[in-house]
């Protein structure tokens, strides 16, 4: 059993000094929190759902807690230069499609999602890797990849490589 500091640092960009704040404003004690979506209300970091008629409003994320929000998105920011990481695969996919801003502050939400798992169950972090969300839906990633090339103006035809044995 890791002590919980050793734990945090498991994470892509949380080092030592982030491990620490981030004890020191949580705990090690996470059934202080009735769900991971209560922690990161409290934190600051929780995703808005500002809808009404179907329509969808832009939201404000919540005050919160100011070191641990800091201490989170400082996180995010360094994860998102670890090299061949879940974290910065989805850092970058978020912020071409709603900018910096706003990926840092959903990067630094699964960071707060995977600290509050790691600690209520003593359990090491898990990276999913680079190619995970490729992984998820390869038919849309090689369809919208072909279409990319053909506006290239590039003929592609797709042959299914045979497996190594």
């Given at each position: 059993?890791?002590?919980?500091?050793?734990?945090?640092?498991?994470?892509?960009?949380?080092?030592?000094?982030?491990?620490?704040?981030?004890?020191?404003?949580?705990?090690?004690?996470?059934?202080?929190?009735?769900?991971?979506?209560?922690?990161?209300?409290?934190?600051?970091?929780?995703?808005?759902?500002?809808?009404?008629?179907?329509?969808?409003?832009?939201?404000?994320?919540?005050?919160?807690?100011?070191?641990?929000?800091?201490?989170?998105?400082?996180?995010?920011?360094?994860?998102?230069?670890?090299?061949?990481?879940?974290?910065?695969?989805?850092?970058?996919?978020?912020?071409?499609?709603?900018?910096?801003?706003?990926?840092?502050?959903?990067?630094?939400?699964?960071?707060?999602?995977?600290?509050?798992?790691?600690?209520?169950?003593?359990?090491?972090y898990d990276d999913l890797g680079d190619l995970y969300?490729?992984?998820?839906?390869?038919?849309?990633?090689?369809?919208?990849?072909?279409?990319?090339?053909?506006?290239?103006?590039?003929?592609?035809?797709?042959t299914l490589q045979q497996e190594a044995a």
């Open positions: 059993m890791l002590p919980s500091s050793a734990l945090l640092q498991e994470i892509p960009g949380v080092e030592r000094t982030l491990a620490a704040v981030i004890i020191a404003e949580l705990g090690v004690d996470m059934s202080v929190f009735q769900s991971v979506s209560h922690l990161a209300s409290c934190a600051g970091v929780c995703p808005g759902n500002n809808e009404s008629a179907g329509r969808r409003k832009t939201s404000r994320i919540p005050k919160g807690n100011v070191y641990l929000k800091t201490a989170l998105v400082e996180a995010a920011n360094s994860a998102a230069r670890a090299k061949g990481t879940y974290l910065r695969d989805k850092f970058y996919r978020l912020k071409a499609r709603r900018g910096y801003k706003r990926a840092a502050v959903a990067t630094a939400h699964k960071i707060l999602v995977s600290i509050y798992h790691m600690l209520s169950q003593n359990v090491s969300l490729d992984n998820l839906n390869k038919h849309h990633l090689t369809r919208n990849l072909v279409h990319r090339l053909e506006r290239l103006g590039y003929s592609v035809t797709l």
